[in-house]
């Protein structure tokens, strides 16, 4: 699991830190920054997929750019950025922290990309190693094949390592050391940015294992599943979207279609008077429908202990569905082992928080006086309990009462 994301002049941030929990809800203004933390995990999520670098910021024939492709990526005028991410350890009293550092002009590179083993209760690197790629352009998924022991302050890589363990030789190390990048290669790779796009998902789509960030396969995602597990996870949608709507969707379900059955088509029961039942497909459902039913696709059909993050989860909901929507993140979030990122604007939303919560509230903001965005818990503003006491989270973002205290403490 993710346990933190570091940002070092990435876009619009010269330095901030994200917690990440069980359900991290991140709000602020428009252009406060929330989006670059969106592409910051949309950048990891396309490396850890085998993506060159500079397709992963431009794109290419396949991949839409990350806003500002490469001439963005840094925060002006630098030229270099770094991401961090904090991976919890295999043991309690273990994390690593995996950093990559590119540099974005005269070429793109990767200038340093490492693992450190921190101790967590004093945040100490016990050691640190490096990972090195034959070309420089596509990193850590190669790197079990090229790693490489370090010395630090500390002394010897190996030497550490193997006191660390309680290791006898250089083998057991370098085994230690691919067992550590594999977990931290496996804990990168099951992050996973949705963003639903409902013209996509009515088409037919092919049989499939995975769910694309669009969701255009959510019908083939759904009629690829075993029997068994396919009646559970359609199961558990239509108990869901039957809250969702005004009318009452008896079910919804995938079937695979044409000869070869190797594409499929998503369906539904609806009931908008007693007694008349009409089947539809993806075709003619809703856009806040198709975007709910994805949400609950993603939450239901990846891999357990991973990290979803969903940019303007709310959008195309009405508000009186965001308790709803808050719900069943937490619900099947905390069953499945998932954490979430969301980025909302709803004031509805924010009241549909309940308060165990708010400690996982963080506001995007840009300083005053250089611009850059920053990043702050909630709870962290000073006069927040004031605030709390006066305002519900709905109002505060309505109001403007976050801003104007961030102002003041700056």
């Given at each position: 699991m993710l346990k933190q994301l570091i940002l070092e002049n990435w876009k619009s941030f010269r330095y901030a830190?994200?917690?990440?929990?069980?359900?991290?809800?991140?709000?602020?203004?428009?252009?406060?920054?929330?989006?670059?933390?969106?592409?910051?995990?949309?950048?990891?999520?396309?490396?850890?997929?085998?993506?060159?670098?500079?397709?992963?910021?431009?794109?290419?024939?396949?991949?839409?750019?990350?806003?500002?492709?490469?001439?963005?990526?840094?925060?002006?005028?630098?030229?270099?950025?770094t991401l961090k991410f904090l991976v919890q350890g295999d043991d309690e009293h273990t994390d690593y922290l995996y950093a990559i550092k590119i540099q974005t002009q005269p070429v793109v590179i990767v200038i340093r990309e490492f693992i450190q083993i921190l101790d967590v209760e004093n945040s100490d690197s016990l050691i640190e190693f490096s990972i090195k790629d034959k070309d420089s352009f596509i990193p850590i998924r190669s790197a079990l094949n090229t790693l490489e022991g370090s010395g630090t302050a500390t002394g010897s890589g190996v030497i550490t390592i193997a006191k660390k363990y309680q290791l006898k030789n250089v083998d057991d190390v370098s085994k230690r050391i691919r067992n550590i990048t594999n977990l931290v290669i496996k804990a990168l790779e099951k992050t996973f940015v949705l963003n639903p796009i409902p013209s996509k998902m009515r088409s037919y789509s092919l049989l499939s294992d995975t769910l694309e960030s669009d969701a255009s396969n959510i019908a083939g995602v759904l009629a690829a599943l075993t029997d068994k597990r396919k009646n559970e996870v359609e199961s558990i949608l239509s108990a869901y979207i039957k809250d969702f709507p005004e009318g009452d969707i008896q079910k919804v379900w995938a079937e695979k279609v044409g000869r070869f059955g190797t594409d499929a088509m998503l369906y539904c029961q609806e009931e908008w008077k007693p007694g008349h039942i009409t089947e539809i497909d993806a075709r003619t459902m809703s856009d806040g429908t198709l975007r709910f039913l994805a949400i609950i696709t993603a939450l239901l059909t990846r891999p357990e202990s991973s990290q979803i993050v969903i940019e303007e989860i709310d959008n195309g909901f009405h508000p009186s569905r965001a308790e709803l929507l808050v719900r069943i993140l937490r619900e099947i979030g905390s069953k499945r082992k998932i954490d979430i990122l969301i980025t909302t604007h709803n004031p509805a939303l924010l009241d549909a928080l309940s308060p165990e919560i708010v400690p996982f509230v963080v506001v995007a903001h840009r300083d005053k006086e250089t611009g850059e965005s920053k990043l702050t818990l909630l709870e962290e503003i000073d006069n927040f309990s004031k605030l709390f006491a006066s305002y519900s989270l709905g109002d505060m973002t309505t109001k403007g009462a976050i801003e104007r205290s961030l102002s003041h403490n700056e």
């Open positions: 830190e994200l917690p990440l929990d069980p359900l991290t809800v991140l709000i602020g203004t428009n252009a406060s920054g929330k989006s670059n933390v969106v592409e910051a995990f949309e950048f990891l999520q396309r490396v850890t997929q085998g993506q060159n670098i500079e397709a992963a910021l431009a794109g290419d024939k396949i991949l839409s750019s990350i806003r500002g492709g490469v001439e963005w990526a840094a925060l002006k005028p630098e030229t270099e950025f």
